[in-house]
């Protein structure tokens, strides 16, 4: 199956409840802007995102993709 997003494709994405390392997204942060960088897993669909602005040291995440929309 076809990716739903294509690596380098900008997108929005919603970070809200979501730790990563010791950062934890508060309910405000609801529309990152990142990039695509890949699909990490199929099923359920995850994508690597690299942000466009680091939180606290992380300038990458791993969101499902119903916390992704195009930018």
């Known amino acids: 199956m ?30 990152a802007v990142g990039q695509i960088v890949r699909q990490s897993q199929e099923n359920p669909p995850m994508f690597l995102v690299k942000l466009l602005f680091s939180f606290k040291g992380v300038s990458e995440v791993e969101v499902p993709v119903d916390r992704i929309h195009a930018a």
């Open 2 to 31: 076809e990716p739903i997003f294509k690596p380098g494709q900008n997108v929005r994405v919603n970070l809200a409840g979501i730790q990563v390392k010791d950062v934890l997204f508060h309910a405000a942060v609801t529309d």
